[in-house]
């Protein structure tokens, strides 16, 4: 049997999937799109879970797309690279901003090309000090994918993304937390430890609410200022009928913990 490419473990509400081919830096095949597609559809299908983490096996995190897949023989059609982003890395970044769920990343290393993107896609982003992001696509050719484009200058500026984006050169995780590409990056040897320490403290909280506030702040990007206090109105209204609202104001009331049932 062949070893899976993708690895799924549950516990304390946390689902932590982790991209299983080292000996490849977790560069992606078809067949890991298809298993990390699976594994997103359990995770969203099972109630008990409410906080994802995803990270890397072995010293990276993610090399992006698998370029022994990608060999075309002389004379012959290339891949149309349209038709695979269409198939794979356009659905997992869509699946993984419209997860109902905190998406934690923890990049253990270094995370290339498509595998930058895919981490900088999940909703908080921790690193290690030495791991690093690379926009490698311009070295083979190809611009950034898997929402990069859109993300960087979001998060860094049109100044930073152009120059990592055109350059292909490496930032540090580092370098990351202080640009604002992440959102704290640790020592290598406690990053593990501080993502599921993050992980299961968000397995605790309204997950409703965890993830109105996800698509808020996505959907920001495309709205007016009418038009987000038009959303902020309606995720308010559903937000005040779930039962962690009532639990939250009860708790504070009585100046206690809350109990949050992500209900
Ligand atoms: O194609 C489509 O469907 C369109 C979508 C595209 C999305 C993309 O992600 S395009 C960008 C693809 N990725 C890259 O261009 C990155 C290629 N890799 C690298 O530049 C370097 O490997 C790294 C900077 C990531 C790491 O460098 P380093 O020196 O730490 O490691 P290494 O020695 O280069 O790699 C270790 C092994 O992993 C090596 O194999 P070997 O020689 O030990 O047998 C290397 O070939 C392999 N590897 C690394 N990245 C990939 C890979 N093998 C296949 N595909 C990879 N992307």
Known sequence: MSTPAILLATADGVAEITLNRPEKLNAFTAAMHHELAQALNEVAADGRI?????????????AGQDL??????PGAEPV???????THYNPLIRRLAGLAKPVICAVNGT?????????????IVLAAQDAKFIQAFCKIGLIPDSGGTWRLPRLI?????????????????????AWGLVWKAYPADSLMEEARTLARHLAQQPTGALAKIKWALGASYAH?????LDLERDFQREAGR???YREGVAAFLEKRTPRFTGT
């Not at 994802?52 to 995190?61: C, I, K, P, Y």
């Not at 022994?68 to 023989?73: G, L, Q, S, T």
């Not at 995370?111 to 909703?123: E, K, Q």
């Open 111 to 123: 995370a290339a090309g498509a595998g930058a993107n895919i981490a900088l896609a999940c909703d």
């Open 157 to 177: 500026g049109l100044q930073r993304a152009m120059g990592l984006a055109m350059l292909g050169e490496a930032v540090t995780g580092a370098q990351a937390e």
């Open 80 to 86: 149309d690279l349209g038709h695979t982003i269409e």
């Open 224 to 228: 007016t200022l009418d038009q987000q």
């Open 68 to 73: 022994d897949d990608r060999r075309v023989a």
């Open 50 to 62: 409410r906080a994802v983490l995803l990270t890397g096996a072995g010293r990276a995190f993610c």
């Open 242 to 244: 779930s039962n962690d």
